[in-house]
């Protein structure tokens, strides 16, 4: 695979006032594996497990951690954000455990980076920072280095539901990033911004190590172009260590960064004048203080080593204040330049910018939409400075009616049905009053009764299914990772009729009655030719499962109420479809197979055979992209497909023929960051939509 970007990588080490060589061992840069979930297979990981509390375990505690941090993430399904909550969430129910058990209690705080595309998601969680720089502008995450509260979170292994923040960027050539220990909070903010934009990762290192007085670990990366020379060789001896990644894993001891070939796309990047001044004026600042401390040490150079040599107190007090007055003199001829603050200008570039906005013709549905868009990210960038500002918000709600109407979205009012603590909910099943979800950051599966009008969980009847959870154990079969959940109606030929059945990786599949979920039995099926499935449907009886990798869907037949026989090819024959990029398939009444890929397309097969179909009715400028799920809705009176778009904060809804029938998102966007699976009540015209932890539901027709 070609790559775009490589990641050039380095260490900081020190401990006691000393750089030492050792790379911190909660450092870790990892590729793709070659069996990484779908969709994970161009992600670049970036990690740092740091001690935290009082007690400091030993040094393969914090290597082990962030390597099974890295691990859960590769291993898991749906979007970056999604990935990131399941390995955390499984980091701490495991540490959270050991606490609970053992006397020697752990604690730890993780930063992690995954780059995909030209997006870098940030998470933390405990007291890591992280320093975005790009374009000689410093973005801090969290926003505010003195404020205890965003400073000091909650470390792994305390609650028994992580407190994790994330944060997303996007990179270009020359972007670095540096994920670090609360130490660097400490230091001065404008001489870390400094080093940040020294002309490579090894200066910048070495920066870094000049201004640590104690102790300060750090990873730091930088973004370039692949098989370009690169200048970022740190000085031979100092503390940078170097890591590489890609085809083979090594690490080298000449102390300079190395190149990783990540497989991100070359991508542009909006820019931001605000935050360009903002952090040049900060690193002239910090020029300027370099400056007139160089030319103070001339002026007034260090007594020699003399008992009797001493400094007038004139000397020292133009010492001290020559480069306050600069200093001060720099920041006035930088405000009264403006004429304004950084706020009010970065105010006035968003009305700007919706001044083009406006007067773009309004049949350029996309330059309307492309110009609102960039004016919502100088929106954004205004309020990292100052949230909850009245002229800020009017221009948000502008802009979104705006490309809300041009684009077709309808907004609904969403009530939050349900929220399951560190739960990743990423499939949901209806059936009458019960719903049923799969929590796979966790493994299990839940059942909740619905209160008549829907919206709501009746009270006490949350009940995690025992016999549907990773480590359970169903009729002598050891449960794993739960891979999908479907419901079974009669037909399906098993003994207990109408379940809700759980398939996991090891190809158990396991059966509950919906009244009497704890009455479950259990059947291990034939995976002899399993690769990686990712998703199962009932259809007459029959047992389908999709296994994208090996490019099939194998079908299980009845026999004596189990499926005891190998699975049967569902394509045959020459010219076999190539679905390896699936994410999800839905079977309708007839036994057609709709299978939804990850670029938005649909294909449609007929005892195998390929069906015409297309989606209509979508306007310009919506295309499909981002896709996560799909919901086939087989109700005679209300034929109707859901596809849930998650990147895109998006569920579309269309006929089985492919036409658009609405687009829906929540008023507060927010809300579907991590969205991944509907279900859908015809009767009470409601949709349920699963998003990070919690259970949105929302009417169609408003």
Same mark, same amino acid.
Request: contains cysteine.
């Given at each position: 695979?070609?790559?775009?970007?490589?990641?050039?990588?380095?260490?900081?080490?020190?401990?006691?006032?000393?750089?030492?060589?050792?790379?911190?061992?909660?450092?870790?840069?990892?590729?793709?594996?070659?069996?990484?979930?779908?969709?994970?297979?161009?992600?670049?990981?970036?990690?740092?497990?740091?001690?935290?509390?009082?007690?400091?375990?030993?040094?393969?505690?914090?290597?082990?951690?962030?390597?099974?941090?890295?691990?859960?993430?590769?291993?898991?399904?749906?979007?970056?954000?999604?990935?990131?909550?399941?390995?955390?969430?499984?980091?701490?129910?495991?540490?959270?455990?050991?606490?609970?058990?053992?006397?020697?209690?752990?604690?730890?705080?993780?930063?992690?980076?995954?780059?995909?595309?030209?997006?870098?998601?940030?998470?933390?969680?405990?007291?890591?920072?992280?320093?975005?720089?790009?374009?000689?502008?410093?973005?801090?995450?969290?926003?505010?280095?003195?404020?205890?509260?965003?400073?000091?979170?909650?470390?792994?292994?305390?609650?028994?539901?992580?407190?994790?923040?994330?944060?997303?960027?996007?990179?270009?050539?020359?972007?670095?990033?540096?994920?670090?220990?609360?130490?660097?909070?400490?230091?001065?903010?404008?001489?870390?911004?400094?080093?940040?934009?020294?002309?490579?990762?090894?200066?910048?290192?070495?920066?870094?190590?000049?201004?640590?007085?104690?102790?300060?670990?750090?990873?730091?990366?930088?973004?370039?172009?692949?098989?370009?020379?690169?200048?970022?060789?740190?000085?031979?001896?100092?503390?940078?260590?170097?890591?590489?990644?890609?085809?083979?894993?090594?690490?080298?001891?000449?102390?300079?960064?190395?190149?990783?070939?990540?497989?991100?796309?070359?991508?542009?990047?909006?820019?931001?004048?605000?935050?360009?001044?903002?952090?040049?004026?900060?690193?002239?600042?910090?020029?300027?203080?370099?400056?007139?401390?160089?030319?103070?040490?001339?002026?007034?150079?260090?007594?020699?080593?003399?008992?009797?040599?001493?400094?007038?107190?004139?000397?020292?007090?133009?010492?001290?204040?020559?480069?306050?007055?600069?200093?001060?003199?720099?920041?006035?001829?930088?405000?009264?330049?403006?004429?304004?603050?950084?706020?009010?200008?970065?105010?006035?570039?968003?009305?700007?910018?919706?001044?083009?906005?406006?007067?773009?013709?309004?049949?350029?549905?996309?330059?309307?939409?492309?110009?609102?868009?960039?004016?919502?990210?100088?929106?954004?960038?205004?309020?990292?400075?100052?949230?909850?500002?009245?002229?800020?918000?009017?221009?948000?709600?502008?802009?979104?009616?705006?490309?809300?109407?041009?684009?077709?979205?309808?907004?609904?009012?969403?009530?939050?049905?349900?929220?399951?603590?560190?739960?990743?909910?990423?499939?949901?099943?209806?059936?009458?009053?019960?719903?049923?979800?799969?929590?796979?950051?966790?493994?299990?599966?839940?059942?909740?009764?619905?209160?008549?009008?829907?919206?709501?969980?009746?009270?006490?009847?949350?009940?995690?299914?025992?016999?549907?959870?990773?480590?359970?154990?169903?009729?002598? @079969?050891?449960?794993?990772?739960?891979? #999908? *959940?479907?419901? &079974?109606? =009669?037909? +399906?030929?098993?003994?207990? /009729? !109408?379940?809700?059945?759980?398939?996991?990786?090891?190809?158990?599949?396991?059966?509950?009655?919906?009244?009497?979920?704890?009455?479950?039995?259990?059947?291990?099926?034939?995976?002899?030719?399993?690769?990686?499935?990712?998703?199962?449907?009932?259809?007459?009886?029959?047992?389908?499962?999709?296994?994208?990798?090996?490019?099939?869907?194998?079908?299980?037949?009845?026999?004596?109420?189990?499926?005891?026989?190998?699975?049967?090819?569902? @394509?045959?024959?020459?010219?076999?479809? #190539? *679905?390896?990029? &699936?994410? =999800?398939? +839905?079977?309708?009444?007839? /036994? !057609?197979?709709?299978?939804?890929?990850?670029?938005?397309?649909?294909?449609?097969?007929?005892?195998?055979?390929?069906?015409?179909?297309?989606?209509?009715?979508?306007?310009?400028?919506?295309?499909?992209?981002?896709?996560?799920?799909?919901?086939?809705?087989?109700?005679?009176?209300?034929?109707?497909?859901?596809?849930?778009?998650?990147?895109?904060?998006?569920?579309?809804?269309?006929?089985?023929?492919?036409?658009?029938?609405?687009?829906?998102?929540?008023?507060?966007?927010?809300?579907?960051?991590?969205?991944?699976?509907?279900?859908?009540?015809?009767?009470?015209?409601?949709?349920?939509?699963?998003?990070?932890?919690?259970?949105?539901?929302?009417?169609?027709?408003?």
């Amino acid at each position: 695979m070609a790559f775009d970007f490589e990641a050039l990588v380095g260490h900081l080490n020190v401990v006691n006032g000393r750089a030492v060589s050792s790379t911190p061992p909660g450092a870790l840069v990892e590729v793709a594996p070659r069996k990484a979930a779908r969709g994970r297979e161009a992600d670049t990981f970036f990690g740092l497990v740091l001690p935290s509390g009082d007690s400091i375990a030993p040094a393969a505690f914090y290597e082990q951690m962030v390597t099974l941090c890295a691990e859960r993430y590769f291993n898991s399904a749906g979007s970056v954000t999604n990935g990131l909550r399941a390995a955390f969430a499984h980091l701490n129910e495991n540490l959270f455990d050991h606490n609970q058990r053992d006397p020697h209690h752990y604690e730890a705080t993780i930063l992690c980076g995954v780059l995909r595309g030209s997006d870098l998601y940030v998470a933390r969680i405990g007291a890591g920072v992280a320093l975005f720089w790009q374009d000689d502008a410093v973005q801090p995450f969290p926003i505010d280095f003195s404020n205890d509260e965003q400073l000091y979170g909650t470390p792994l292994g305390v609650q028994m539901s992580p407190d994790m923040r994330m944060a997303m960027y996007t990179v270009k050539n020359g972007t670095r990033l540096l994920l670090a220990d609360a130490a660097l909070a400490d230091l001065d903010y404008h001489a870390v911004c400094g080093a940040m934009g020294r002309d490579d990762i090894g200066e910048m290192l070495i920066g870094l190590k000049e201004l640590a007085a104690v102790t300060l670990t750090a990873l730091a990366v930088e973004f370039v172009p692949p098989e370009v020379a690169s200048s970022a060789a740190a000085r031979e001896g100092e503390s940078t260590r170097g890591e590489t990644a890609g085809a083979v894993s090594e690490k080298t001891s000449t102390g300079k960064p190395q190149s990783i070939a990540g497989g991100p796309r070359l991508s542009d990047t909006r820019g931001d004048s605000v935050k360009r001044a903002a952090g040049g004026a900060a690193l002239a600042t910090a020029a300027v203080v370099d400056g007139v401390n160089s030319a103070v040490d001339k002026v007034l150079p260090e007594p020699k080593d003399s008992p009797k040599t001493r400094t007038s107190p004139w000397m020292a007090a133009l010492a001290l204040l020559i480069p306050v007055v600069v200093v001060v003199a720099v920041i006035m001829f930088w405000v009264s330049g403006t004429g304004q603050s950084v706020f009010d200008k970065c105010v006035a570039d968003a009305y700007q910018a919706a001044n083009l906005a406006r007067g773009i013709a309004s049949n350029d549905v996309r330059g309307t939409v492309a110009a609102w868009g960039a004016t919502q990210a100088v929106i954004e960038s205004c309020e990292t400075m100052k949230a909850g500002d009245p002229q800020l918000a009017a221009l948000r709600q502008e802009a979104q009616q705006v490309t809300d109407a041009l684009v077709g979205i309808d907004r609904r009012q969403t009530t939050v049905v349900d929220a399951l603590p560190s739960a990743v909910l990423t499939r949901a099943v209806l059936q009458g009053e019960d719903l049923y979800v799969l929590d796979d950051g966790n493994d299990i599966v839940y059942r909740l009764t619905l209160n008549p009008n829907g919206l709501s969980v009746a009270s006490g009847t949350r009940q995690a299914i025992n016999a549907m959870r990773r480590g359970g154990t169903v009729n002598q @079969f050891a449960v794993s990772d739960i891979l #999908d *959940i479907a419901w &079974a109606d =009669d037909d +399906a030929g098993l003994q207990q /009729g !109408s379940v809700i059945t759980a398939l996991d990786s090891n190809g158990v599949l396991i059966n509950c009655p919906p009244r009497f979920t704890q009455q479950c039995s259990a059947q291990r099926l034939n995976t002899s030719t399993w690769v990686s499935p990712i998703s199962m449907q009932f259809w007459q009886g029959r047992l389908y499962v999709l296994d994208p990798d090996s490019n099939q869907i194998w079908r299980y037949d009845p026999s004596g109420g189990a499926y005891p026989n190998a699975p049967q090819e569902y @394509f045959v024959g020459e010219g076999r479809p #190539d *679905i390896r990029q &699936a994410v =999800d398939f +839905a079977i309708d009444t007839p /036994g !057609s197979i709709y299978v939804l890929l990850n670029d938005g397309s649909l294909l449609k097969y007929t005892s195998g055979q390929r069906v015409g179909f297309a989606f209509s009715n979508f306007p310009e400028g919506q295309p499909l992209s981002g896709v996560e799920s799909l919901f086939l809705n087989t109700d005679p009176t209300d034929q109707m497909m859901y596809i849930v778009a998650g990147g895109v904060n998006t569920i579309y809804q269309t006929t089985h023929a492919g036409t658009r029938a609405s687009s829906f998102r929540s008023l507060d966007d927010s809300q579907f960051d991590a969205l991944t699976d509907v279900a859908v009540n015809s009767n009470k015209d409601l949709v349920y939509a699963l998003s990070g932890t919690t259970i949105f539901a929302f009417e169609r027709q408003q």
